[in-house]
């Protein structure tokens, strides 16, 4: 059975940094694009980044390039998002998402349940 | 970059009848390409088409998808309780744009 399990989420001040983990299980983690996909409160799905299986590719939305960046260990099968320069309109759960294949195009076949992360002072 | 537009906002049915949810596409997309999600308050996007037409793993046959060019439709055959949810449609091609979502909510 799939599982995507992420953690990290909080409350922090606007222009700090969190980072984002998503511990996945289930299938063979290195073999497929994994993504971040976020939800502000109240609104629709956003992609935002993700990264290919081996992790030396990777993708960002334009709202976030240059403040955010993905990565992934696959010897721990865990995918990762650290988040700098942080804006109150980053505020959204974060969900980590499972794509259907190691290239695109990929469709999201599995999901977390998303973490909160909260900007704020 | 291209936009997706489901409509309508909020669809207001009874358990049994029949839904209809449309998504049209800002430029013609190959049909290859086109996804519908299911979200319930709390719980994580589900899978429920692919490429379409594709039904997911598990996915009930009640669930269908269609379309082409530019006019995509996921069709709820008769709704179940537990069917009343926001429902996503996705491109993934060159991007990952989604719809803005509609609502299938119990009249």
């Known amino acids: 059975e799939v599982q995507l399990l992420e953690s990290g989420g909080g409350l922090v001040q606007p222009g700090g940094s969190l980072r984002l983990s998503c511990a996945a299980s289930?299938?063979?983690?290195?073999?497929?694009?994994m993504s971040w996909v976020r939800q502000a409160p109240g609104k629709g799905l956003e992609w935002i980044s993700a990264?290919?299986?081996?992790?030396?590719?990777?993708f960002h939305a334009d709202s976030v390039k240059g403040r955010f960046t993905i990565s992934r260990d696959n010897s721990k099968n865990t995918l990762y998002l650290q988040m700098d320069s942080l804006r109150a309109e980053d505020t959204a759960v974060y969900h980590c998402?499972?794509?259907?294949?190691?290239?695109?195009?990929?469709?999201?076949?599995?999901w977390g349940q998303g973490t909160q992360v909260t900007v704020s002072s | 970059e291209i936009v997706l537009t489901q409509s309508p906002g909020t669809l207001s049915l009874s358990p049994g009848e029949r839904a209809s949810l449309s998504c049209r596409a800002s430029?013609?997309?190959?049909?290859?390409?086109l996804a519908w999600y299911q979200q319930k308050p709390g719980q994580a996007p589900r899978l429920l088409i692919y490429?379409?037409?594709s039904r997911a793993t598990g996915i009930p046959d009640r669930f269908s998808g269609s379309g082409s060019g530019t006019e995509f439709s996921l069709t709820i055959s008769r709704l179940e309780p537990e069917d009343f949810a926001v429902y996503y449609c996705?491109?993934?091609?060159?991007?990952?744009?989604f719809g803005q979502g509609t609502q299938v909510e119990v009249k």
């Open positions: 998402a499972k794509g259907s294949g190691s290239l695109r195009p990929y469709y999201f076949d599995f």
């Open positions: 430029q013609s997309v190959s049909s290859s390409y």
């Open positions: 289930g299938f063979t983690f290195s073999s497929y694009v």
């Open positions: 990264t290919s299986g081996s992790g030396g590719t990777t």
């Open positions: 996705q491109h993934y091609g060159d991007s990952r744009t």
């Open positions: 490429g379409t037409s």
